[in-house]
DNA sequence: GGAACATTGTACCTAACGGTACAATGAGGT
DNA sequence: ACCTCATTGTACCGTTAGGTACAATGTTCC
C-alpha cells in the first residue's frame, strides 16, 4: 500500500519509546504494533530479525545520534572547553532534561545486556574515551582526565536512574551543572 | 512434604539474584523455578500473589537489610564521620564490590517502576536524606549536604550501570573511592 | 496497461506465559 | 494412632508471546 513514505527515522524513534518505557522484554509486539500503527506485516518487512534486530537499529539510530552530537563536538581539537559545554548541552536535549531514560543504560541492566554487551560497552565506551581526550586537551593529565570523564558519566546515568526513581527532572538538571562546574 | 524448613531468608536471596540477573519482565516463574527449585505449587504456597507478591517481598528484603546496614549507620549521632565509613563498606558489601547490579534501581527504570514506584521512592529517598542529615553533622550547611548526599547515590548508581557496562568491577571501586574522598 | 515490487492485513503456528485446582504426601502435636 | 495442616507435584486453564505464510493491495516505472 505504501500510503506515505513510512520514515525510518521516526519509526526508530517511535521503538526507542517503547524499549524505554517497557524495557526488552517488556515491549511486546503488539505494545510496538499499537505505538507504531504498523501490524506484525509491516513491522517484519522491515525488520525481518524480529525484536531483536528493533532492538539492534534502535540502539545503532541512538548510537548515531550520539556519535555526532555528543561525541564529535568532544573532538574538537582547538577548543576543548567549548566541545565540552556542547556536549552537556546535547545531552541535556536528547534527554529532555531528565525527562527521558537512557534506553543503553536501561538494556545495560536488564537481560537484554547478553544481547547487545558489545554495542553497549562500545557506546559508553567512547563516551568516557573522547571527554577524557577532551580534558586533556584543556590540561589535566591523562590519569586525572580519564577519572573526571568516568566520574561525569556516571554521575550522569546515575541521574537518570535517580530523576526516574523520583519521578523529579531537577535531580537530572542538578546533576548536569554539577558536571558543567567540575569539567569547566 | 516439608523436607528441609525453607528458609525464607535464602529462598529471597535466590529471588533477589533471578530479578537482578532477568528483570522483573524477563523472571519468568519457570526460571525461578528452576532457580529456587520450587515448583508452581509452592511458589503459589508462599506467594499467594505470584510474581508480583514475590518482587514486592523481595523488595521488602533488601529495603531490611539497607535499613539495618546502610541507613542505620547514617544516624549515629554521636560519630557521623564513622557512620558514613560504615555505610560505604556496607554498600561495598552488599554491591559485592561491583559485580551486583541494584535491584531497585533496574526496577526503576523499567516497567516495573509503575508497580513499585512507591517502594523505589521511599528505598533512594530515605538514602539520600540520612545521608544528608549525616553530613550536616559534620559541618556542611543543610544545602550543600543535601546535593553532596545526591551527588554520592547518583554517583554509586551510575557506577554500577557502567561497570555491568563494562563487565568491570574496578568502576564500582573507583567510584567509591571518590566518595570517600568527597565526603570524608 | 501491465510488470515488478514494496507494503500490508489476516490467519495461523507452537511455545511459553502467569495462574489455578487439587489430590497426595508427610511431619508435628496430642 | 490419629488428626491437622503445611507443603508439594501434576495437570490443566486461558492468554499472549514471538514468529511465519501468504494473498491482496497499491505504487512506480516502463
Known amino acids: 500500500m505504501r500510503r506515505i513514505a513510512p ?6 524513534a517511535i521503538l526507542a519509546e517503547v524499549f524505554r518505557e ?16 504498523l501490524g506484525k506485516g509491516s513491522l517484519y518487512h522491515f525488520f525481518p530479525g524480529g525484536k531483536e534486530e528493533m532492538a539492534a537499529a534502535v540502539i545503532a539510530h541512538i548510537d548515531g545520534w550520539f556519535e555526532t552530537n555528543v561525541f564529535a563536538p568532544l573532538q574538537d581539537i582547538d577548543d576543548p572547553r567549548a566541545g565540552i559545554e556542547r556536549m552537556l548541552e546535547a545531552t541535556d536535549r536528547y534527554f529532555r532534561s531528565g525527562r527521558r531514560v537512557c534506553l543503553i543504560g536501561a538494556f545495560a541492566l536488564d537481560d537484554a545486556r547478553d544481547l547487545f554487551a558489545k554495542a553497549i560497552k562500545s557506546y559508553f565506551g567512547r563516551w ?14 591523562p590519569a586525572r582526565a ?30 548536569l551543572q554539577r558536571a558543567r562546574a567540575a569539567l569547566g
Chains 1, 2 share one sequence.
Open 146 to 175: 580519564d577519572e573526571l570523564a568516568e566520574e561525569t558519566v556516571c554521575a550522569i546515568q546515575g541521574a537518570l536512574t535517580l530523576g526516574r526513581a523520583f519521578d523529579d527532572t531537577a535531580v537530572f538538571s542538578r546533576a
Open 7 to 12: 520514515d525510518r527515522d521516526s519509526l526508530l
Open 128 to 141: 568516557v574515551a573522547h571527554l577524557a581526550e577532551a580534558l586533556t586537551r584543556t590540561g589535566h593529565s
Open 22 to 37: 517497557h524495557g526488552y522484554e517488556g515491549a511486546s509486539l503488539s505494545l510496538i504494533g499499537e505505538a507504531t500503527g
